[in-house]
Structure formats: C-alpha cells, structure tokens
C-alpha cells in the first residue's frame, strides 16, 4: 500500500521527493507538493432572494463535481433535523469530467438565525473538488467550496449594504447581506461578531453590531445570518456585514455575500422616473462565494479585471446617468487580519508600489473602480475578494407595471447586467490544475494570472496558452506577473500546468446581460490548500502477509499550522483501505488498515498521506502470492467400499523461485477426517516438488467430491481436485427348484448363482454347512472365501435326492453369509418328486429358469412344467401388483418387461382346482 502527502507550497518548485525501499514489500516516497482537492465536503445553498417575478430555472441548484482521477462519492445529508426529503447516493467520477448532481430547493438556506439540516455531505475515496451554482431568472451565482480537510475555525465575512428597489407606488423590496455556517462536527460552538445588527431568527435572537452571539451546530447542520433590515441605512456601508467575525471550537465553512444586491449604488427603478420605470431587480443578484479562514490570508495577490460582452458598453455615459453609481473596473475588498496592516499596489506604469491605505484588524477597504490588472501587497496577511459590477443602459419607452401572476412588463430595451463576486486566493495558493464547469445559455469567460514565461507550461483543453490564447496575453508592469482574459465554450474545461511546479490562479465568470431573466456568476477555479509550515510526516505499519495496520503521525511542525490533511489511496491493485478517523478532528494522528483481499492473489497499494504544509510521505505495498502447481489436477479415484481405504500420489511444486514454499498442514474442503496426508507438512524449495501420498477411507455410500488444501503462511491454496464413490456390495442368491425327481433317484444336480450386483468386490464369508445334508447334498463351488468381482457371479451345484421314504416336497433356505448387506443373500432350494412314473407332484408342478433373472439378456424368465393354462401374478417385494398375465400347458416365457427394475419379485401361479404356486425371483440388470 502506499501512503503520501501531496502537500507544498504554491511558490515554490515542487520537491520530487525520495525514494527507500524499507522492507521486502514496502518502499517509500517523501516529498512537498500542491493540493487543491480533498476527500471530505459539507456543503450548502445560501438564500436567492428573488423577485416574485423571477422564477427559478430547470434546474435552480446544481453540484458540480470533478477529480484529477477516477473516484467514488457518496453523498448524503447527515443532520438530524432535516426535514427534507433525504439524499443518500453513490456517484461515479470520470477523470477531468463534471458531475452535474442536482439538489431540490428546499435545500436552500431561507430562515435567518434558525438552526436547519441543509448541509450535503460529501465523501470520495479520492480527491475531489465541489463546486455548487445556482439559476434563477434575475439571480444566479457559482461557489467553489473548501473540503472540510482545508476548514479553519476563524473567518471574517465578505458582503456589501443593505439593498432595495422598486418605487415608493408599487413598494419597495429590501435585500440583507448574508452570511452562512457550515458544520462538519457535532458540538461545533460557534460565536458571531458582526459589524452591523442581524436580523435573528427561532435560535438566536438579534446581535447588536460589535457584540458576540453564539450558537451550537451538530453536523451537518447550517446555520444563516442575515442583516437585520433597517430603511433609513438603505445603499450605506454602515449597513454592511463585511468584516463580521466568525469563529468555532471546531472546523466550520463560511459562504458570505448578499440576498440581492447591486454592485455600485444603482437606483431603485430604471429609469428612476418617467414612464418607462423599470423595477431595479434587474440589475441587483445574489452574490457570494467561499470565504477563506484567516488561516489562509497573506501578503501578495494579483486581481484581473473581469471581462464582457462587447454588448456590455461602458463609458462615462453609463456611469452617473440617472443614479447610476460609477460602472466602470471591479471592486477590490481587503480585509485586515491583524493591526497596522498597509495595504499597497503596483503602479499602472510599474514604477513601484503605492499606498492605498491602513487599517486594523477587522477593518475593511474597497477599491471602487480597478480597470487594470493589479499587484497587490500587504504587510501583514489580508483577505480579499473581487466584485463585478452591475449595469445598465436605458432607452426607455412605455412605463412601469409589475404583476407577480404575469411577470415584469417593461422596456425590452433596457441593457442590464448583474454583479458577482469572487474569492481572490493569495499567490501562495496559487495552483496546478484544475476542473471548472461553464454552464449553457451564459456568456462564460475564464481570467488567468501566472508567471510570465510560463504560460507555454500550462494548457487549457490541451492547448498551451502561449499558442492557443498568446494573443491575448499581457503583462503586469513592475511584476513578475501576465495574465489572460477568454471567452469559452460551455462545458467542462482541463486547465493543468505541464510540471506541478508551474502555479497560476485563475477564476470561471459569465454573465447573461440585456434581458430580465439575466443573471452572473464568479468564483477562483481551484484553491491551494497548502500552509507555509515545517513538519516531518512518518507511517509506521505492522504487516503480516501484506495486511496490517500503519499509524500516521507529525513529528513536528507548529500545531498552530500543521495538522494531517488526507490519507487515501491513490492506486489500489487486490487491497482495500480503511481509514479508521476524519483526518481534521484528530489533527496530528490517523490509523489506517491495508488489507489483501485474495491472498492468493499479488497485490498492490499506493497509500498517500498529507499535511497541510504540503509534506507528503508515500508508501507503496506490495504483496506476492505463493504460487503452488499440483499434479494431477483432477483425480477420480476407483468405486471402493465403505470403510475400504485408497491411496494415490499428488506431486506439488513451489512455482517461486525466489523463496521456499511452506506448507504447514494439509487438508481438504469438505470431508478432511477421510483424508489423509504423508507427509502432512513440508517445506519446498524455490522451484522444486515434493510427492504427497494422499489416503482415503469413505465413510458413506454415494459419490463426492473434494479439493485438497494446502495451507500456507499467508493463504490456503485450493490444489488436487478428488472424485471418490463408495458402495456397498449388493448380493442377489438365486433359488434352485427340482421338480418331479423319481423318489428313487440318487440325486439331480442343478447349478445355483450368486450375483454381485455392485460395482464393488463381493466377498462370501460362509454359509451354514448344517443345512448340506439329507436331501440337499453340496457338490462344488461352496469353497469359502468366495470373492466375487464387481458386477461378477458366482456358480455352485447342488444335488437334490427326494430319499426313499414319500412325503411332503423339500424346501431350504440357505443364507450365505458376506460383506453384503442387500439385497438377497437366501437361496432357496426346492425339490418335489413322483413315486411313479406318470404321477405328478400336484402342488409343485413347474420349473423357473433362470435364477436370478438379468433383465438385459433379453430372454425373459422361462416357465417349464404347466399341466393347464394358469394365471400368472407379478408381485414386487413391497408386495404391490405389478404385472398379471395368462400361461398355456407346457412351456412358456414371461417377458422382462413385467418386472419393472431391478429387485426381487414373487410370481404367483394359479390355476383351477390347484393351490397356488409362488416363487420368488431376483430381478438385476
């Protein structure tokens, strides 16, 4: 497995890091690099607070999704108190494609003050980013958000005033800045300061400017701050949030911006007078974006104006008409993170920084009309963002009339567009790659700030900038510094330096001017997410055949600053990871398994670890399985019998060369107390074989099949496949009948049969000698031990001598003692004799032949000796009726077919004025 941290510092080239090979199985890499990614998002909607007559789009909210490499989320929403319909999936990342993922609008943060469970959390097993957009007609905006590994637990707030429009006859509509928490952990306290009274909600009422307000967050929870209204502070800075301190026990996310606002000052209707007004929601939307924590402000960053339509005029004509505040350039806001902060900037000419302002800690600043791009510095570290203005160009015609039910009516010739706002990164987070999304029906643009010269290292789609958008480069005058400005396509766009030591910052933007419904968007492409800080990262595993647990932890480093950032797998080949704990709430220490799913298998891992300071440490885990070769592989072995023992060799053989094979045991699958193995444990030399004598008693009749295992240090290899069938011997004693013998006759031999109707040895043990004397005298084959082959039989002959004194006929049942214990193991002797000759025996008449009966000769069971006809019954030995036919005097057959399988019948023989005649006849195929 593999473990490392690709963290580094944006500015500096990348360190390729060392390699060590620290065991059999396990080498590491340690190094700094840039991340922009994380494996953990809490994410949330704040409120577009839109017009009656704006309506939201097909889709209002959106998650855009994207990875540098394939990976898997899941998201969920985890709170609660949510009362939304829950979300609950698993997506699917292609490399460099976006995710569109939409989110029903009940999810947007609505109520201010009020504790909601609208956070959407979401997990990758790879890095991933998240941004969300969403789409009104009149508003719209684009968040790229932070993954919950790069939270702080300090924030100031980015917003604008209080806004309204509309006109003092229809009424005015008043807009709040807005602020909105986002927690990850239960018991996240959180505290406000903010710079102007809130408005309160359910629970926590309103917050005086300047004083502290706090409130509990579980995970997953949200919570909105909002302005409190107040019209006599309507279009003044004293009403903006912007500065508003945030702060938490615990990692918390921070969006801030405004409900709907114009950026400047715009009048409440356009034109503000005459027939032709024009309701001012047109120019005004939501804007906001993610603040960064504190953590991440620094001393120098680079702004580029945002770009427009060439429909977009602006010129002194637009600025000042009828109310409309200066469009001109964007708006630059700084905020101060600590004391006596002096702000400065590259003159346009180059020639060398000038002072802009001082200011404290929580203090704000706006630059109201920047046209070029700019150098910017600090003394000490700041946070800024950039908002683009709104706009309008009037033609007026007709007049004002608002009707919610049918929407604004007005003049279609009014030229209008919207503000956004964006989070301008310090160059320290400056980036390497990056995905971002333009959506369909804007007009989207993308701003790129790098170092000049290096433009020919960094490719949007594939396509170098210095080729494809050289043209339009320019350069930053008295600074390292260029940028570019281009219109793209909708879609999904790659921007990726060709080494990770080309940085860049660049930020995706659009605008849908001219039209009622428009709306703008903003936001950087990518954040660095590394923090100047020294530590030392170190894994320490325990394996066992591969698997095992690893601890990570910092050795150094200022806590204040470095902390684990991610632990994940970038390759995994037959393993699997399991992070035992969420990397931000342990800080310094994480556990994480590795484990080899099919040990019979090779494996491989790539485990990477981060800090936050861009340290990484690598590891890669490589596991090689034990191959093993057996012959034969596959065994039937001959039918035996139960409790008869069978032996056969099976040859293994260690396939590795490099290492000896241990085999500590030898058994099988189902059935190991019939097996076994000499030897049982062995050890075989690289490339070398071993013969095992494998024995087996069955212990059952019936056939089965097993597998030999050989267990290993590491595994239990499946190897010889055995196929065993044990019987039992089945005897079938045919019976032997004389009839009409002369009384005075020195004796009939007949010849008897003993069947093995089995596929195993049938073996005669004895028989009782006492029952061979009077009339039934032995004559040969009554030799014991008789063994008697599979499928065999066996004859003897018997002499039968009815004696000189008349009676009754002479019947014996003659039991032959075997290994079988079925079917038949009774022969039974018959003998009947005449005292003259023409007398008859009236009661035993016949002759049956043969005795036992093979079904597959074919011949059929021969019935000699009938004085008349006779009705000739069929019974099987459960003594059912199977067959019933009619027999003439003298000789006949009774066909195969009236005994149904194999068994042992009785044939019942009747006929008028006689008692009946009953044998009994094996039966056997």
Same mark, same amino acid.
């Given at each position: 497995m593999i473990l490392a941290n690709r963290l580094g510092l944006v500015l500096v080239a990348i360190a390729i890091g060392s390699i060590r090979l620290l065991a059999q199985g396990v080498v590491e890499e340690r190094g700094t690099d840039v991340h922009s990614e994380g494996l953990h998002y809490m994410v949330a909607f704040p409120e577009v607070w839109a017009d009656d007559s704006e309506k939201p789009t097909a889709r209002p909210m959106t998650l855009f999704l994207s990875s540098r490499s394939n990976a898997t989320i899941h998201i969920t929403t985890p709170a609660s108190i949510n009362g939304n319909a829950r979300m609950d999936r698993t997506y699917t990342l292609v490399a460099n494609d976006v995710l569109e993922v939409p989110v029903d609008v009940a999810y947007m943060s609505k109520e201010s003050q009020t504790r909601t469970g609208y956070g959407i959390e979401i997990v990758g097993d790879r890095p991933f980013s998240v941004y969300s957009y969403q789409a009104?007609?009149? #508003?719209?905006? *684009?968040?790229?958000?932070?993954? /919950?590994?790069?939270?702080?637990? %300090?924030? +100031? &707030? *980015?917003?604008?005033?209080?806004?309204?429009?509309? &006109? &003092?006859?229809?009424?005015?509509?008043?807009?709040?800045?807005?602020?909105?928490?986002?927690?990850?952990?239960?018991d996240t306290f959180v505290s406000i300061v903010p710079t102007f009274h809130t408005e309160g909600g359910a629970d926590l009422p309103g917050i005086t400017k300047q004083t502290s307000g706090n409130i509990q967050l579980n995970k997953g929870e949200t919570f909105l701050i909002k302005g409190a209204i107040d019209v006599l502070e309507t279009k003044a800075f004293i009403s903006d949030l912007s500065g508003t301190v945030i702060a938490a026990n615990r990692p918390i996310a921070v969006v801030s911006g405004h409900t709907k606002v114009a950026i400047m000052r715009f009048p409440d209707a356009l034109p503000p007078t005459g027939l032709a007004m024009l309701e001012g929601c047109i120019v005004r939307n939501n804007v906001h974006d993610a603040m960064l924590p504190v953590d991440f402000a620094d001393t120098s960053f680079v702004t580029v104006p945002a770009m427009y339509t060439v429909n977009r005029v602006i010129s002194s004509e637009s600025s000042g008409q009828l109310g409309v505040e200066d469009v001109r350039g964007d708006v630059i806001r700084f905020v101060a993170t600590q004391d006596n902060t002096t702000i400065q900037s590259m003159r346009l000419d180059g020639s060398g920084l000038k002072t802009i302002v001082r200011l404290n800690r929580g203090a704000t600043w706006l630059e109201t009309t920047v046209e070029s791009a700019t150098w910017w510095t600090s003394t000490k570290p700041v946070l800024v963002c950039q908002y683009g203005k709104s706009y309008a160009r009037m033609s007026p015609v007709g007049g004002l009339h608002k009707d919610p039910g049918q929407g604004l009516q007005g003049s279609v010739r009014v030229e209008a567009g919207m503000p956004m706002q964006m989070t301008v990164p310090p160059v320290n987070r400056w980036v390497s790659h990056a995905v971002f999304h333009a959506p369909e029906g804007m007009d989207n643009f993308v701003s790129i700030v790098f170092r000049d010269g290096e433009d020919a290292m960094i490719r949007l789609d594939g396509a170098r900038l210095s080729t494809s958008l050289g043209g339009s480069k320019r350069t930053i005058p008295g600074t390292p510094f260029a940028y570019i400005r281009a219109s793209v396509s909708a879609g999904d766009h790659v921007l990726a330096s060709e080494s990770s030591a080309v940085t860049w910052m660049a930020w995706t933007y659009g605008s849908l001017d001219g039209l009622v419904s428009g709306r703008a968007y903003g936001t950087p492409v990518a954040v660095g997410l590394t923090t100047p800080c020294t530590d030392t990262l170190d894994v320490t595993e325990t394996l066992d055949c591969g698997s095992g647990n690893a601890v990570v932890s910092l050795l150094s480093g200022v806590e204040t600053c470095s902390h684990l950032f991610a632990v994940y797998a970038e390759s995994l080949n037959n393993y699997r990871l399991e992070v035992q704990s969420e990397l931000p709430a342990i800080g310094r220490t994480a556990v994480y398994t590795v484990r080899v799913e099919d040990p019979q298998q090779n494996a491989t891992a790539t485990v990477m670890a981060q800090s936050t300071s861009g340290a990484f440490l690598r590891k890669t885990y490589t596991y090689i399985a034990d191959?093993?070769?057996?012959?034969?592989?596959?065994?039937?072995?001959?039918?035996?019998? /139960?409790?008869?023992?069978?032996? %056969?060799?099976? /040859?293994?053989? #260690?396939?590795?060369?490099?290492?000896?094979?241990?085999? %500590?045991?030898?058994?099988?699958?189902?059935?190991?107390?019939?097996?076994?193995f000499t030897p049982s444990a062995v050890t075989i030399p690289p490339g070398g074989s071993i013969e095992v004598q494998m024995c087996v008693t069955a212990s059952a009749i019936g056939a089965f099949t097993d597998t030999v295992i050989a267990v290993l240090d590491c595994s239990s290899l499946l190897t010889a496949e055995i196929v065993i069938r044990a019987e039992e011997p089945v005897i079938y004693a045919g019976d032997v009948s004389w009839a009409s013998v002369p009384w005075e006759s020195a004796g009939i031999i007949k010849v008897g049969e003993i069947i093995n109707a089995s596929d195993v040895e049938l073996v005669v043990q004895d028989y009782d000698s006492t029952l061979l004397k009077g009339n039934f005298l032995p004559v040969e084959g009554f030799e014991v031990p008789i063994v008697i082959p599979a499928r065999g039989r066996h004859t003897y002959q018997v002499r039968y001598q009815p004696g000189r004194v008349p009676g009754a006929p002479h019947r014996v049942e003659f039991p032959w003692t075997s290994t079988a214990t079925?079917?038949?193991?009774?022969?039974?002797?018959?003998? %009947?004799?005449?005292?003259? /000759?023409?007398?008859?025996?009236?009661?035993?008449?016949?002759?049956? +032949?043969?005795?036992?009966?093979?079904?597959?000769?074919?011949?059929?069971?021969?019935?000699?000796?009938?004085?008349?006809?006779?009705?000739a019954s069929v019974f099987d030995d459960l003594g059912r009726l199977v067959s019933t036919t009619t027999l003439g005097p003298g000789n006949n057959t009774l066909p195969a077919s009236h005994f149904p399988g194999t068994g042992v019948y009785t044939i019942v023989l009747q006929w008028k004025g006689a008692y009946p005649v009953r044998r009994r006849i094996v039966v056997w195929d």
């Open positions: 009104w007609q009149g #508003n719209g905006e *684009m968040t790229r958000h932070l993954p /919950v590994e790069a939270w702080g637990r %300090s924030y +100031y &707030s *980015m917003n604008f005033y209080q806004d309204r429009y509309g &006109s &003092s006859g229809y009424g005015f509509s008043y807009r709040p800045a807005q602020i909105l928490v986002i927690a990850a952990y239960d191959r093993l070769q057996w012959a034969p592989a596959a065994l039937q072995l001959p039918t035996t019998t /139960v409790g008869t023992q069978q032996c %056969s060799t099976i /040859v293994l053989t #260690n396939e590795r060369t490099d290492k000896p094979l241990a085999i %500590s045991a030898l058994t099988t699958k189902h059935f190991p107390e019939l097996f076994a079925r079917v038949d193991s009774i022969s039974v002797w018959n003998g %009947s004799f005449i005292t003259n /000759v023409g007398d008859h025996d009236a009661t035993l008449p016949v002759e049956f +032949y043969p005795s036992p009966l093979r079904r597959s000769d074919g011949h059929g069971l021969q019935i000699t000796g009938l004085l008349e006809q006779s009705q």
